[in-house]
């Protein structure tokens, strides 16, 4: 059992991406405090069983806006702890220095997180330069990088062919495809939305073309997919179904929240409360309820068996989920398409 923790630094950011659920520039730039945090953490440890994992995700906002000081102090507290990883997720679209890559190589091991969201991210040509200069510099020095895409509207109008020639040049280790939920800045910007179906379709192609191409980046995504479909565990942890039962968001204000796509808006309780009445909030509880409940269009679903049920924040359209439907329909053998890959 791995118990993520979102470690807030900051809400606020030096981008303003058109997605960004935390909003940018406009979120909130109350730094953490660093003991605060830790001894919360020691205290909702304490109240799981032993073999527990837990996975520290510092993230914001820009985590890196914070001294590094502060992140340091919270990192040493935990590093090299049993059981205990830890990395970031960070936008790279600022000056790194030597001491923010000699954190990332000793308290990450020379790993982290990056986002590449080509239309929605970056204001102009030189940030996006700065980004890619900044992966070139890190891969140089031995430090593994992990790509996370958005999925929006006008990624759809890129063939999978050159969205994986992309990835290719950016020289990652991995990619994971996320899919975009209605918050923050996300709200007032509803034309990047894809259609549901549309993006089923563009996933499915994407699909076929890596296992046919074999491109030197593995695209998570899809291969957990397909590993979860050939052990038949595809309704255990997949498609966010469980995200507040295993995931704390720590909010630089001290508030605490579980899915971070909505943590910054819905909050279950505070820091200095403790972790048993951020586990036993009603809100908390609302929410799990809600993960754990199918309505009439999942449960007569000809594929809920192997979806599980969709995270129940991605908007539908005329009564479509986000799912991919027909994608699963393919790596089942269930659509009139031949596929030799999987049979469940």
Known sequence: MTKTIYVKTTGSCNLNCQHCFTGGRNGDRTQFDPQQYGDWIEDYMSKHPRGTQYHLEFHGGEPFLVPLAKLTELA???FEREGVSMCANSNLTFKITDEILAFIQKYFYGHIGTS???????????????????????????????????????????????FIDQIESFGVSEVSLERLTCDGNAKENMDIFPDNEAQDNWYLELYKRYK???????????????EKLKYNVVAVDTNCRNCEQNLVTMNSNGTLGGCPN???ARKHSRLEEGAAAFLSSEDRVSEIAKELTWGDGCLNC?????????????????GRCGGLKNTLRYLSGRSTQSNLIIKV
Not at 116 to 130: G, T, V
Not at 212 to 226: A, C, G, M, S, Y
Not at 302 to 318: E, I, K, S, T
């Open 76 to 78: 040493d507290r935990f």
């Open 302 to 318: 000809d594929v809920f068996d192997l979806c599980g049920g969709d995270c129940h924040r991605l908007p539908w359209q005329n």
């Open 262 to 264: 909505v943590a910054s």
């Open 212 to 226: 046919q191409r074999k491109p030197n980046v593995k695209i998570r995504t899809l291969d957990i997919l397909e």
């Open 116 to 162: 590449w969201d080509h239309w929605i991210r970056w204001s102009n040509q030189k940030q996006f330069d700065l980004w890619r200069s900044n992966l070139s510099m890190l891969r140089e020095h031995g430090v593994c990088i992990y790509l996370k895409v958005s999925v929006s509207r006008e990624l759809l109008n890129m063939t999978a062919d050159w």
